[in-house]
């Protein structure tokens, strides 16, 4: 239902791309969004990781596919 975006960390360990993701969520989650009028809006966000890890990683539209779901 909202925007999506892709951040890649090809050398990132499982457990650091899943710290990085959760700090991510967590300032998204703490910091309001100013509109142009001065109304502030809670933005929230969710997080879906998967690993490919060469050289049998699937293509990266199965990798997306792979986060999405998650």
Do not use: H, K, N, Y
């Not at 703490?30 to 690993?51: F, K």
């Amino acid at each position: 239902g909202g925007e999506e975006f892709l951040l890649a960390m090809p050398e990132a360990p499982l457990a650091a791309a899943q710290a990085a993701a959760e700090r991510l969520r967590g300032i998204i989650a703490e910091t309001p969004v100013v509109l142009a009028d001065g109304r502030e809006v809670q933005v929230t966000a969710s997080v879906g990781l998967a690993l490919g890890d060469p050289p049998d990683a699937p293509a990266i539209e199965a990798l997306i596919d792979q986060a999405d779901a998650a």
